[in-house]
């Protein structure tokens, strides 16, 4: 396959992976039409190995996941291209390129209509390529985000955006932890799954991790839901189990999640997690009501909170800025930001915690900081605090 634009092609691919400013590589447009390989994704994950190409085959019915070194890696797209598919989209850093190859050999590449034009511009929703893809994804589809088609749905488009959007936030953070093999994620009230399959796939076929996985839900019909879709979906270390965010019987998680609990049950997740060390803590809470009933404002800002709505918000800032600030008198770094919304509440915040090995420095600001603010509004115990002074006696 010596042709001058296949030799373009595969020195911006080697470019780019040297450089590691490659997103993605995806194989597609098969040559044998009734072949069970529908497509190949390939990434660039770190190993303690080094750099390594991430292969995700995709199949009808399953994904297989293999770790390539690049010199290998670059013989099998080769391969791949010559045996088995006609198209290779190349997502990068600062450009995006197609390839195409007829039936008769011709090979065409493709930048933004223009060949080679740099930086082509896929910013727009409709046209940006999306972390979590939609080709052959069979839990997106089972979850009935895609039609048969694998496109997806216009009216779960908000939900398939929600998606990616999480995936991105947490990206950075998974990045960063140094996990084993092995390693644990619990996520705690997972609902009907659309976040918890979508977390498994990312970890395990784009950044070639292998965690355990298990999904919390009280609701017996979900549960069953999900454990069907995880089967299908091949995903082997995945799997739902019926029970509460308190009480439940959990292997020690390294990174523990509740998007969306009620109240205080985000103060029994964050709990759980900080009692067992987990590396990672992401919660999204929604319903703040118990701080709310514990206001009682003297003070100057009683002008403010008079009014229902303003202090609704209040408490919610509060209930949330005390979460973040008891997660670093634990040892955590924290990031409080804005998450998309969902269609079950419009709360959009998310608080993010990193353990930080032997750090206790900022303990006791930490602690300060939750007696002034409680003092300010009046309040005489936030749930979260209570727990551990009830583990305490």
Do not use: W
């Not at 969306?260 to 803590?281: E, N, Q, V, Y």
Request: include cysteine; charged fraction near 30%.
């Amino acid at each position: 396959m010596e042709n001058r634009q296949l030799v373009i092609f595969f020195d911006k691919l080697q470019s780019g992976i040297r450089k590691k400013e490659l997103i993605k590589l995806v194989i597609s447009n098969q040559r044998d039409h009734t072949s069970d390989l529908k497509s190949l994704i390939i990434s660039i994950v770190e190993i303690k190995k080094g750099v390594r190409l991430n292969f995700v085959y995709r199949y009808k019915t399953k994904d297989i996941t293999k770790n390539f070194d690049p010199e290998e890696a670059m013989i099998l797209i080769k391969k791949s291209l010559e045996d088995d598919f006609l198209n290779a989209d190349l997502f990068s850093n600062n450009e995006t390129l197609r390839l195409l190859i007829t039936g008769h050999g011709k090979v065409k590449i493709r930048s933004n209509q223009t060949v080679l034009k740099p930086a082509a511009d896929f910013t727009h929703d409709h046209k940006k390529e999306r972390i979590i893809t939609t080709q052959h994804n069979i839990y997106l589809r089972e979850l009935g985000i895609l039609n048969v088609n694998f496109e997806v749905r216009a009216e779960m488009n908000d939900k398939y955006l929600q998606i990616n959007r999480y995936i991105e936030l947490l990206e950075p953070f998974i990045r960063e932890l140094q996990v084993k093999d092995g390693f644990h994620v619990a996520d705690m009230g997972s609902g009907k799954g659309y976040l918890t399959f979508a977390l498994y796939d990312f970890l395990t076929n784009i950044s070639g991790k292998a965690p355990l996985m298990t999904g919390v839900e009280t609701r017996k019909e979900l549960v069953e839901f999900c454990n069907i879709i995880a089967e299908k979906a091949s995903f082997t270390n995945l799997k739902f189990i019926r029970g509460d965010i308190r009480e439940v019987v959990l292997e020690k998680p390294d990174i523990l999640i509740a998007l969306h609990a009620c109240d205080t049950a985000t103060d029994d997740a964050i709990f759980r997690g900080i009692t067992a060390g987990a590396s990672l803590i992401v919660c999204a809470p929604c319903c703040h009501k118990q701080i709310r009933k514990e206001f009682n404002v003297t003070n100057e800002l009683k002008a403010i909170t008079k009014h229902g709505i303003l202090e609704e918000r209040q408490a919610e800032i509060i209930t949330d800025g005390i979460r973040a600030l008891i997660l670093e008198a634990h040892g955590y770094k924290t990031k409080v930001f804005e998450f998309i919304s969902t269609d079950h509440t419009p709360k959009n915040l998310m608080i993010v915690g990193r353990k930080m090995p032997g750090k206790s420095a900022g303990t006791k600001k930490s602690l300060e900081g939750i007696r002034a603010i409680k003092e300010i509004f009046g309040i005489k115990k936030h749930y979260l605090e209570g727990l551990f002074v009830a583990q305490d006696k």
